[in-house]
């Protein structure tokens, strides 16, 4: 038995942010932006949900689809895009998270709209939450607000996905860091 | 217990005069600033071990990188240890030639390797090549890494019989090499940072293979892409397909034939995720001769695999051509796999016997990447 030392083959960014970021606080009168994507249809019926009650507190929502042509002139196009969309919204909810690069993508899109300040939220479904925040950590904020759908979801019908939209409404508002009673009054 | 290692370094050049590190023995500066970990290094299988425990391995056997072996393996080639030579995501953290080095020596690969595996390494890191979504994804897509150019030679980097697995080259340490640098530095653990639902055997040595260019009708790959010498092009794909022909006798025969095996609905370029792809085909130098000897263009080549790849709209469910309807990706009532006749890219490789040939499926929207190798400075 020999003892020696032997160097280690990682590398890890010791940079990290581990705050949340701002509260969304009151919505009225505020630009939420919603981030779509091209592959989740269940994501489309959640976030056209969610936006009513946006509106409901006052709030203007804007969407932006995303595309996965990250590369090339269309992954200039896409960015460009993104960045126009980012400086045009007052807070930011970023999905879906429901396959390993969507989620790298949406984690990715999330960091670009907290690093400009944004109150920002990432949605992840269950599944892969923990990539999620592996991704958020590894990209030097491990504070990023991450709101869970259950999973599956995209293999549900759209009853039943309206369901799950109105039962994580309160949850996603709190992520957020919404103010509840201007969304109560607004129920009202 | 014994405190002390013995290294043979290996024999230098002549005429290279090295001060860019102090060599095997080291010096009173140290160009080193991995942590140092107590470890067991004489016996390779408790070393292995500790390597899993720590996160560091892939499960098969691993040489313990000590100081002395890192030493050696940097003092080869010339280089600052501390030089940067790329960001690798998801960790994005600095991927040195020290790390470089390291996760070297413990999958074995030789010194020489180190201008490849650098360059391999600045392909991916290229934002066109998105290991970022590679390295995240439910896909078992790998980078392949084509070497091009005399190093093929100097290396034994396979490219004849069985060039895509089963002959023994110290080639596959180099594919090592580059899978545990992806592991260890750009942090694709799987579970952790990648969702990945299958995998593939490429992920652990990779895919890494020449082009049998002494064979090939065609100019190299890098060349065609703008790269003479030695070169690699590197290629996300989804693994290995093969296409078997015992029947066809003419170029366009062959290509109907590879083209039509490659184009399946669950292929990723058809997937609404993915809107354009790249695609590879290996072609065996007996079927290259006859492809060269009907086409001698290779671009009609080119079109031909890009036209008999495509689908019938109508094959796919309703659900999968609505959405790629919607996505304006139905064209005269067909779905093409590749974005255009340019983005199929033909080599020659393989042996003699013939009667297949290889798909490399894209992961999608990741572009092939082609870097020239750079050898390490004679002197500083």
């Known amino acids: ?188 | 217990m014994k405190t002390t290692e013995t290294v043979t370094a290996s024999p230098r050049p002549q005429q290279a005069v090295n001060l860019r590190d102090c060599g095997p023995e080291g010096c009173d500066l140290d160009w080193l600033s991995s942590e140092r970990h107590p470890a067991e290094i004489d016996d390779v299988m408790q070393f292995t071990d500790f390597s899993l425990q720590q996160g560091w391995g892939d499960g098969l056997p691993v040489i313990p990188p000590t100081e002395g072996r890192v030493r050696a393996y940097l003092a080869d080639n010339n280089r600052y240890p501390d030089e940067v030579i790329c960001a690798l995501p998801p960790t994005n953290a600095p991927c040195t030639v020290e790390k470089i080095a390291i996760n070297a020596v413990m999958a074995g690969a030789p010194p020489g390797s180190l201008p490849l595996i650098i360059a391999a390494l600045e392909a991916m890191a290229a934002t066109d090549f998105e290991l970022f979504g590679q390295n995240a994804t439910t896909a078992p897509v790998v980078p392949l890494t084509l070497v091009n150019g005399p190093v093929r030679n100097r290396l034994d980097i396979p490219y004849r019989h069985g060039c895509l697995g089963g002959v023994a080259t110290i080639a596959l340490a180099i594919g090592r090499a580059i899978r545990l640098i992806i592991r260890n530095v750009a942090g694709q653990v799987i579970n952790v940072t990648s969702q990945s639902t299958f995998g593939t055997p490429g992920r652990v040595a990779g895919i890494l293979f020449g082009e049998w260019e002494e064979r090939s009708p065609w100019a190299p790959l890098a060349e065609r892409r703008g790269i003479e010498g030695d070169a690699v092009t590197v290629f996300g794909t989804m693994g290995t397909m093969n296409v078997l022909d015992t029947t066809s006798q003419t170029g366009p025969e062959f290509l109907e034939m590879i083209g039509k095996s490659l184009g399946y609905p669950g292929a990723n370029g058809f997937s609404p995720s993915m809107p354009y792809a790249e695609i590879m085909v290996a072609v065996n130098p007996v079927w290259a001769d006859i492809l060269h000897r009907d086409l001698p263009a290779l671009q009609d080549i080119q079109e031909l695999l890009w036209k008999y790849s495509s689908l019938d709209a109508d094959y796919l469910t309703s659900k999968h051509r609505e959405q790629l309807e919607n996505l304006g990706r139905v064209i005269a009532g067909r779905v093409y796999l590749a974005t255009e006749p340019k983005d199929v890219f033909v080599v020659c490789c393989g042996g003699t016997g013939g009667l297949h040939a290889t798909g490399f499926h894209s992961f999608g929207t990741c572009l092939a990447q082609t870097r020239a190798l750079v050898p390490f400075p004679q002197s500083n």
């Open chain 1, 1 to 188: 038995m020999t003892i020696g030392n032997v160097l280690d083959p990682t590398a890890l960014r010791t940079d990290d942010i581990t705050s949340p970021g701002p509260d969304a606080g009151h919505l009225a009168g505020k630009t939420v932006g919603i981030r779509l994507d091209e592959i989740w249809r269940s994501w489309d019926w959640v976030a056209e949900s969610w936006a009513e009650t946006f509106r409901d507190c006052g709030a203007v929502v804007k969407f932006w689809r995303s595309s996965q042509g990250r590369t090339g002139s269309e992954g200039e196009r896409v960015a460009k895009s993104l960045e126009e969309f980012l400086n045009s919204i007052d807070i930011a909810v970023v999905g879906l998270a429901n396959c390993g690069s969507c989620t790298g993508w949406t984690i990715h899109d999330a960091l670009a709209a907290a690093a400009k300040g944004l109150p920002t939220t990432a949605v992840c479904t269950e599944n892969f939450l923990e990539l999620g925040r592996n991704l958020a950590q590894r990209g030097g904020r491990s504070g990023l607000r991450i709101h869970v759908l259950p999973y599956p979801l995209n293999e549900k019908l759209r009853e039943e996905v309206d369901a799950v939209a109105h039962d994580h409404l309160a949850g996603m508002l709190g992520t957020m860091g919404a103010d509840l009673n201007t969304v109560r009054e607004a129920a009202q």
